[in-house]
T-cell receptor, first 117, second 114 residues
C-alpha cells in the first residue's frame, strides 16, 4: 500500500497555544486529503476535506477558525489547532486518497495524539 | 442514509477460528467498500477492498463477501491469530459534492485468544 506520514505522533501543549500537524503522502500524489478526529474506542469523525490549492471543506460542527487546514501541494497538508484547550485533546488522523484500478483508495497516517494541558 | 452499520461491536475468537464482521448500508451511490485494521495508538491500515460488481474478494486469510441486493458486506478472517487482535472498520465510499468521501462503520474490537 501507499505510505502516508504524519508528524508528530505525540504532542503536549499548553492551553492557549497552537499546534501544527503535518501529513505527507510519501510515494504518491494525493487527489484529496482528509482530517479525522477519533475519540477513545470510537470511530473516525471526519473533520474536513482538502484539495490542493483550494480551501478546505469543513464538516458541520467543525470550527474552521479553530482547525486551520492548509493544503500546499499534492503531497502535503497541515492541520493547525489554534488556541488549543483541553477539550481539543484527541487523536487526530489524516488520510490521503488516490485513484486505483479498483477504486479511490484512502491511506491513513499514523495519527497524532494531542494532549492540551 | 449516509450511515454504515457495523456489527458486532466486539468479538472474541479462539486461535484458528473464523472471525466474521458484518456491515450494512443504505445509500446505493456507494461504489467502493474497504476494510481497515487499526491497532491501539496507530492509524487505520487498509486491509482489503471490494467494488459492488464483485461478490467476493480474497487476499490471504482475509475475504470480503458482498451482497449487493441486500446492501451488506462482511469481512471473514480465516485461521484467526492473536496478532489479528485489533479494531476493524468497514467503510463505504462515494462521490459527494465533487469529492470522493468515505463513511466509516462504528468499528469492531476483535480479540483472538491464544
Amino acid at each position: 500500500g501507499a505510505v502516508v506520514s504524519q508528524h508528530p505522533s505525540r504532542v503536549i501543549c499548553k492551553s492557549g497555544t497552537s499546534v501544527k500537524i503535518e501529513c505527507r503522502s510519501l510515494d504518491f500524489q494525493a487527489t484529496t486529503m482528509f482530517w479525522y478526529r477519533q475519540f477513545p474506542k470510537q470511530s473516525l469523525m471526519l473533520m474536513a476535506t482538502s484539495n490542493e490549492g483550494s480551501k478546505a471543506t469543513y464538516e458541520q460542527g467543525v470550527e474552521k477558525d479553530k482547525f486551520l487546514i492548509n493544503h500546499a501541494s499534492l503531497t502535503l497538508s497541515t492541520l493547525t489547532v489554534t488556541s488549543a484547550h483541553p477539550e481539543d485533546s484527541s487523536f487526530y488522523i489524516c488520510s490521503a486518497s488516490r485513484q486505483a484500478q479498483a477504486g479511490t483508495e484512502a491511506f491513513f497516517g499514523q495519527g497524532t495524539r494531542l494532549t492540551v494541558v | 442514509q449516509q450511515q454504515v452499520k457495523q456489527s458486532p461491536q466486539s468479538l472474541i475468537v479462539q486461535k484458528g477460528g473464523i472471525s466474521i464482521i458484518n456491515c450494512a448500508y443504505e445509500n446505493t451511490a456507494f461504489d467502493y467498500f474497504p476494510w481497515y485494521q487499526q491497532f491501539p495508538g496507530k492509524g487505520p491500515a487498509l486491509l482489503i477492498a471490494i467494488r459492488p460488481d464483485v461478490s467476493e474478494k480474497k487476499e490471504g486469510r482475509f475475504t470480503i463477501s458482498f451482497n449487493k441486493s441486500a446492501k451488506q458486506f462482511s469481512l471473514h478472517i480465516m485461521d484467526s491469530q492473536p496478532g489479528d487482535s485489533a479494531t476493524y472498520f468497514c467503510a463505504a465510499g462515494a462521490k459527494a459534492s465533487g469529492t470522493y468521501k468515505y463513511i466509516f462503520g462504528t468499528g469492531t474490537r476483535l480479540k483472538v485468544l491464544a
